[in-house]
């Protein structure tokens, strides 16, 4: 099955509302800013909705293993935007979940 460039594009933007949705909520859990949970929800029900969108062109098998990418964005957002320590595991778990990624989708 042959994959639009449009719906590999969807399926990034579906990964990272889901990691932005879960920055926010963490990001509520420190500061107690009710925007911060509102952003948070709001990334994770934009998700959701892309992901049953998704669902309409791409067969399960590709979109829900594609949610591991959600696990890539939230490595970088924690390193970044919450400073937060990254070990060497995890960025050979990142290698590892792209080039599973790269054999799913291309």
């Known amino acids: 099955m042959l994959i639009d460039s449009w719906m590999i594009v969807v399926l990034i933007v579906m990964t990272l509302c889901g990691a932005m949705g879960g920055a926010g909520l963490k990001a509520y859990a420190t500061s107690r800013r009710r925007i911060h949970v509102l952003m948070g929800l709001g990334f994770y029900g934009t998700g959701a909705l892309l992901n049953i969108f998704l669902l309409k ?4 098998t590709v979109v829900l293993p594609a949610n591991a990418l959600t ?7 924690a390193r970044f935007a919450f400073k937060e320590n990254v070990g060497t595991l995890r960025w050979l778990g990142v290698i590892c979940i792209m080039g599973g990624l790269c ?3 291309l």
């Open 57 to 60: 062109f791409l067969p399960l």
């Open 71 to 77: 696990y890539v964005w939230t490595l970088f957002i």
């Open 103 to 105: 054999f799913l989708v």
